[in-house]
């Protein structure tokens, strides 16, 4: 079966930098596109980074381009959220996520906490 694991948050001082891990099994990893997202409490969640399945496309929301960078790693089954200059909104769970053919799935979460 499908399943995300993400790894890597933390409690953080604004202006610092993390990275978030989510290794992938039970599917093809290298076909599907993967993604971050985040939500804080009370907000809606929100997509954060978004990387096609050969690498060559990302996207991401103006709150944090320029800040964060997503990539991946296929023969690891793994895809990475490297977050830096952090700023205190960015306080929120992070999680992994792949859509497959109408069929969605979700890691666990790893809480990001920044504050000084």
């Known amino acids: 079966q499908v399943q995300l694991v993400e790894s890597g948050g933390g409690l953080v001082q604004p202006g610092g930098s993390l990275r978030l891990s989510c290794a992938a099994s039970?599917?093809?990893?290298?076909?599907?596109?993967m993604g971050w997202y985040r939500q804080a409490p009370g907000k809606q969640r929100e997509l954060v980074a978004g990387i096609s399945s050969s690498s060559r496309k990302t996207n991401y929301p103006d709150s944090v381009k320029g800040r964060f960078t997503i990539s991946r790693d296929n023969a690891k089954n793994t895809v990475y959220l490297q977050m830096n200059s952090l700023k205190v909104e960015d306080t929120a769970v992070y999680y992994c996520?792949?859509?497959?053919?109408?069929?969605?799935?979700w890691g666990q979460g790893t809480q990001v906490t920044v504050s000084s």
């Open positions: 039970g599917f093809i990893f290298s076909i599907y596109a």
């Open positions: 996520h792949v859509w497959q053919t109408g069929v969605e799935y």
